[in-house]
């Protein structure tokens, strides 16, 4: 091997040391992970830390509303005036290296939740959730409904042309068909689309009933918690993350939706592998708070019929953009005991300040020793239970860690008051995995 390719070599290798060992570097690490897209709200001034060990220029545009101070790191932005900025971070002034965007938006005030709340969604006809054999008279095993195209995830929305109004309706329709001998025409939404199957209903050796092996449900309900309520609006969030159906995992669709105030009676305690949850005894008579409009990967939203409080804070406190959260202590407000709101110390232990799945923005874990014996730590039932650090509100708790009841996720008040219509909103993709910690979503389905 000559001298000149033993150099080469050498060089290559100490290239990709010098890489590697810049790219482990904190100031590496600060950099690669500054988000291309920012708010901060007006008047709030932000550290801006550019993870870069040599000169920079920095500059911006869009107007005067956004200031910087500081020629090193971190550099202070001072957000005067609402609008649009771009900052440019470039090498020695002249190698473009990183453009970022900052909206600067008016400071929003919220009363904070921690209330539990019954949640009910119903449906637009039934939506079918899995199926069942049906044995005729003569021994025979069918599943009609099955064989004739019909999916889980699919919404019955008309049984030979008559609207399908609940489970029972569902059911009086099929059982009129079929005693007329005929298939039955099913006008069914799947996807959006609109199609129809012919199913032809089994007559069932044990009851004598006709049946068309269809289990079915017309609407989802549960526990959860409280995170906002906006009071110029009147607009609130909760729950922080979708109401999915159990089977298909897709977004409920619902006709119409409301929240009614629960009582926790008892609290069953999480433990390893098992998660707790609040047992209520009033989860769909109690008194009526609002009407839902919204069952997103950011939780549920509507607007209230009146005012609610919070006694812990009797005035509307401001909320945290993504910029502001920081990993560290907080504070939990949530209900463990009839309707009583309890605040209870939390660490956010981690945080990924863009949109993700689902709203798994952070990861908090239960510090609180009264909350951690009363509950052993995040049980269903308090999802939507707000986040306060600093006196903003800056998120809410969404799921718990099954195989450790003392973490779970939380979601970023950020994007859930874009999906409230509070914020402009951004778009992103459902994927829900880890158990939520709201409780009974969906119901139990009815076999038809």
């Keep these: ?33 500054l988000p291309d897209h920012m708010r901060l709200p007006q008047g709030y001034a932000h550290e801006l830390s550019l993870g870069l060990p040599f000169s920079t220029a920095v500059q911006t545009a869009g107007g005067s509303g956004l200031s910087l101070a500081g020629s090193g790191t971190p550099l202070q932005l001072a957000a005067e005036q609402t609008g649009r900025y771009t900052i440019d971070v470039k090498l020695f002034g002249l190698i473009p290296v990183r453009r970022m965007t900052v909206d ?14 019954g949640v009910r969604l119903q449906s637009h006809g039934v939506v079918v959730v899995g199926f069942a054999a049906v044995r005729d008279e003569e021994g025979q095993v069918h599943h009609p409904g099955r064989e004739a195209g019909i999916q889980v995830g699919d919404t019955i929305l008309a049984i030979d042309g008559r609207t399908v109004r609940g489970e029972e309706h569902a059911a009086h329709l099929f059982q009129e068909a079929a005693r007329k001998g005929r298939p039955v025409t099913v006008q069914i939404r799947r996807n959006g689309e609109r199609m129809e199957r012919t199913v032809q209903p089994v007559k069932e050796k044990d009851s ?13 309900s549960g526990v959860g918690t409280l995170t906002f309520y906006h009071p110029p609006s009147r607009k609130f969030g909760a729950l922080g993350h979708v109401i999915a159906e159990s089977e298909s995992k897709k977004p409920f669709e619902f006709a119409e939706g409301q929240i009614t105030a629960a ?48 006694p812990l804070y009797p005035e509307p406190i401001p909320v945290a953009m993504a910029s502001q959260v920081k990993e560290g202590p907080a504070e939990m407000l949530t209900v463990v005991d009839g309707q009583k709101i309890e605040r209870f110390q939390i660490e956010i232990v981690r945080l990924m300040r863009q949109p993700t799945a689902e709203g798994k923005n952070m990861i908090v874990q239960v510090t609180d020793p009264r ?45 859930m008051l874009q999906e409230a219509g509070i914020l402009k909103t951004e778009t992103g993709a459902v994927d829900p995995r880890e158990l939520d910690s709201s409780r009974g979503f969906p119901g139990a389905a009815r076999a038809r």
């Excluded at 890489?19 to 690669?32: C, D, G, H, K, N």
């Excluded at 600067?104 to 709340?117: A, M, T, Y």
């Excluded at 004598?208 to 989802?220: E, K, P, Q, S, T």
């Excluded at 052993?376 to 903003?392: A, C, E, F, L, W």
């Design 1 to 33: 091997m000559s001298s000149r390719e033993m150099w080469r070599r050498a060089a290559g290798l100490l290239l990709v040391v010098l890489i590697l060992t810049v790219s482990a570097t904190p100031e590496f690490r600060a950099f690669v992970t």
């Design 104 to 117: 600067v938006v008016p400071q929003i005030r919220v009363v904070p939740g921690g209330h539990s709340i």
């Design 208 to 220: 004598g009933r006709w049946r068309v092996g269809l289990y079915i449900r017309d609407g989802a």
């Design 263 to 310: 009582d926790v009676i008892r609290i069953q305690k999480g433990k390893r592998a098992s998660p707790g949850e609040k047992i209520t005894n009033n989860l769909e008579s109690g008194p009526r708070l609002g009407v839902i409009e919204k069952n997103s990967r950011f939780g549920i939203f509507g607007r209230l019929s009146g005012a609610v409080r919070n």
């Design 371 to 415: 909350l951690l014996e009363a509950t052993g730590g995040i049980v269903q039932g308090m999802s939507g239970s707000p986040i306060i650090q600093d006196g903003k509100l800056v998120g809410a708790v969404t799921h718990v860690f099954v195989n450790d009841p003392t973490r779970g996720y939380g979601v970023l008040i950020e994007w």
